[in-house]
T-cell receptor, first 114, second 111 residues
């Protein structure tokens, strides 16, 4: 059974803190993604990675960075958390090749920045 | 204008009803059209995908794509309370990394 896991389900952080969100997949997928999901806005792509140490900006990368040191792990970093980064964060992965459209999502991390 | 528009609902129907969920889009280059289902406090899961135009059926679910109108639909027959979830449409270019998601329609099926 394919699996994407995220380090925390709920997280509360203070403004200005550095925040790390971790995602691990056990499917040997090449591509990994970080999205945020907000009511009325749907899923918006923050960053994606198509290989170890490779990354590309998505639509809303400002205030975020990512790290992919191992194939199975993709980390999202909020360098200095702000209240407008309060959101649901979803990690996803897809295989390389023809089934690139089939994204497998983790359960999400609900982050609150106070 | 958003690339993908989806009515957020909520949509409330009685058990057994036929449900129609829809999205419109603006980029005529999209070739892959997906529907994801997201239960409360879970991540989305792929329900169906269609390549280019046409219909695809899987049990009680039918996905339709009308590229000439830039309109996609998901029909659920004999809806069940277990179908209560948020349904997200999504679209992608051939070979593209990027998938554009609709905002999701929240569906409630009442027993």
């Amino acid at each position: 059974d394919v699996k994407v896991t995220q380090s925390s389900r709920y997280l509360v952080k203070r403004t200005g803190e550095k925040v790390f969100l971790e995602c691990v997949q056990d499917m040997d997928h090449e591509n990994m993604f970080w999205y945020r999901q907000d009511p009325g806005l749907g899923l918006r792509l923050i960053y994606f990675s198509y290989d170890v140490k490779m990354k590309e900006k998505g639509d809303i990368p400002e205030g975020y960075s990512v790290s992919r040191e191992k194939k199975e792990r993709f980390s999202l970093i909020l360098e200095s958390a702000s209240t407008n980064q309060t959101s649901m964060y979803l990690c996803a992965s897809t295989p390389k090749g023809q089934r690139f459209y089939e994204q497998y999502f983790g359960p999400g991390t609900r982050l609150t920045v106070t | 204008q958003k690339e993908v528009e989806q009515d957020p609902g909520p949509l409330s129907v009685p058990e057994g009803a036929i449900v129609s969920l829809n999205c419109t889009y603006s980029n005529s280059a999209f070739q892959y059209f997906m529907w994801y289902r997201q239960y409360s406090r879970k991540g989305p899961e792929l329900l169906m995908y269609t390549y280019s135009s046409g219909n695809k059926e899987d049990g009680r679910f039918t996905a339709q794509v009308d590229k000439s109108s830039k309109y996609i639909s998901l029909f659920i027959r004999d809806s069940q309370p277990s179908d209560s979830a948020t349904y997200l449409c999504a679209m992608s270019l051939t070979g593209g990394f990027k998938t554009i998601f609709g905002a999701g329609t929240r569906l409630f099926v009442k027993a």
